[in-house]
C-alpha cells in the first residue's frame, strides 16, 4: 500500500527568475537556499512520487472553460511560460496514480476534470524543477510528479471547504493505491502578492506570519475559515492561492509545519514562505 | 459591460500566436470578429487596463495582454496606467 511521507508549502514566485538581481543578495540567498533545503529534505523522505498541488494563472484554461479543480494524466510538459532558468520539459508523471486518483474521485463524489496531455505553468513547475527534480539528482532516484491544479487565482473559485475535502479524497486515493509508492505533496503559492493590480509590489508581513503559523500548527480549519474578502484586503489576490496549502495540507495530514524560511520581498512581489509539513 | 467577450478576447492576446498576429496586422479589423461594445474596443486598443478592471476583467488577463501586446510592454508602464506608484519594473514573463 502507498504511503505519504510528507509535504512541503512554497512559493512560486516567476518574478525570481525574471529579476534576480532586484532582490537584497541575503534575501535572495536565502530564499534560493530554502527550496535546496526544501530538495534535500525531499531526498531524504525517501519520496517516489510528488503531488503538487498549484493553479492556473489564466493561461492554460481559458473562457470556454474554467475548470474548478483538474489533474494530469498523462503527458505531461511545462511550464508554457518560460522563464530565464526554468525552461520548458517532459514531467515525469506517475500516469498509474494519477488515474487512480481521478477515478477513486468518481466514486466518491468528486468529479475530476482530467488532462490527458497537459502543459503546466510556472505554478507547477518552479516547484518541480527545485525542488522534485533537485531531489532526484541528490538522491540518485527517480521520482515522478502529478499535476493538480485548482481554481484559486482565476474565478469561480473553489472554496476553500472544496479545497480541504478534495484533499482527503487525494489521501484516501492514494492510501488505497496498490504497490509501495511513497508519496509526498506541495502545495505552491502564497503567500501575500498582488498580481497584476495597482498595489503590485506590496508585501504584508503580518498576514504572512499569520498564515504561516496557522500552516505550522496545522490549523487547516482557521485557514478555510478565511474569507476571500479578508485574503484579499490582507494577503492580495495571490494569496487566494492559500487553497492549494489548505488541499495540500489535508492530503498530508502532518503532525506539524516547520518553518524552513520567510522572507518579505517586495522587489519580488511577494511574501515567500517555505514550510515542511511533516507527518511525525 | 459583461467582462465575458473583453476576457475572451485578452486571453487569446495573451496566448494565442495567431491572434496576436491578426491584432498587430490590423487590430480593428481583429476585434470586429468579437461581439464587443464600442467602448470595450477603445479600452483595448487603448491599452485601457485600469478600465478593463472597473468592468471586472481579471488582473492576470489585463497584465497578459500589457505584457504580451502593448507598445512598451513595461510593467513601470502598466503600473502607471493603473494609477499605481510602484516603479517595479519587472515582468513575470520571460
Redesign the interface.
Known amino acids: 500500500m502507498a504511503e505519504i511521507v510528507g509535504g512541503f508549502l512554497v512559493p512560486h514566485d ?2 525570481m ?3 534576480r538581481d ?1 532582490a537584497p543578495a541575503d534575501q535572495a540567498e536565502k530564499v534560493w537556499g530554502a527550496f535546496e533545503s526544501c530538495a534535500e529534505r525531499l531526498a531524504e523522505s525517501g519520496a517516489t512520487t510528488v503531488v503538487i498541488v498549484g493553479n492556473d ?3 492554460l484554461f ?3 472553460c474554467l475548470p474548478k479543480y483538474c489533474i494530469a494524466t498523462g503527458h505531461v510538459e511545462g511550464p508554457l ?4 532558468g ?1 525552461k520548458k520539459e517532459l514531467v515525469n508523471n506517475n500516469e498509474a496514480l494519477a488515474t487512480a486518483i481521478a477515478e477513486h474521485g468518481s466514486e466518491t463524489g468528486f468529479d475530476w476534470a482530467v488532462a490527458r496531455s497537459f502543459t503546466t505553468d510556472h505554478a507547477f513547475s518552479i516547484p518541480y524543477q527545485l525542488i522534485v527534480k533537485r531531489a532526484a539528482e541528490l538522491s540518485g532516484r527517480e521520482i515522478k510528479a502529478i499535476p493538480v491544479y485548482l481554481a484559486s ?3 469561480p473559485f473553489i472554496t476553500t471547504h472544496r479545497a480541504r475535502e478534495l484533499g482527503e479524497q487525494i489521501r484516501e486515493a492514494v492510501l488505497a493505491f496498490g504497490g509501495d509508492e511513497k508519496v509526498a505533496f506541495i502545495g505552491s503559492g502564497g503567500i501575500s502578492h498582488w ?7 506590496k508585501v504584508n508581513e503580518v498576514f504572512d506570519n499569520r498564515i504561516i503559523d496557522l500552516c505550522c500548527s496545522m490549523d487547516i480549519a482557521g485557514l478555510a475559515a478565511l474569507s476571500d474578502e479578508e485574503i484579499l484586503d490582507q494577503g492580495g ?1 495571490g494569496a487566494l492561492e492559500i487553497r492549494n496549502f489548505i488541499c495540500a495540507m489535508e492530503a498530508v495530514n502532518a503532525v506539524r509545519g516547520e518553518l524552513v524560511e520567510y522572507q518579505p520581498v ?2 519580488w ?1 511577494t511574501g515567500l514562505g517555505l514550510i515542511e509539513l511533516k507527518v511525525a | 459591460m459583461k467582462r ?1 467577450v473583453l ?2 478576447v485578452l ?2 492576446l ?2 494565442d500566436r495567431f491572434s496576436k498576429e491578426k491584432f498587430k496586422e490590423n487590430p480593428e479589423k481583429f476585434l470586429s470578429r468579437f461581439p464587443l461594445e464600442a467602448e470595450g474596443v477603445r479600452m483595448i486598443l487603448e491599452f485601457d487596463v ?1 478600465g478593463l ?1 472597473e468592468v471586472g476583467v ?7 495582454y500589457w505584457i504580451e501586446m502593448s507598445p512598451d510592454r513595461h ?1 513601470s508602464s502598466y ?1 502607471k496606467k ?3 506608484e ?1 516603479d ?1 519594473s ?5
Do not use: C
Open positions: 516567476p518574478v527568475f525574471v529579476a532586484a494563472h489564466y493561461m481559458g473562457t470556454t511560460d518560460q522563464l530565464p526554468l487565482a482565476v474565478d498580481v497584476g493590480t495597482k498595489e503590485s509590489g489576490n517586495p522587489a512581489v | 465575458d476576457e475572451r486571453w487569446s495573451s496566448i485600469k478592471q481579471s488582473p492576470l488577463l489585463t497584465m497578459g510593467m503600473n493603473l494609477g499605481s510602484s517595479f519587472a515582468s513575470i514573463k520571460g
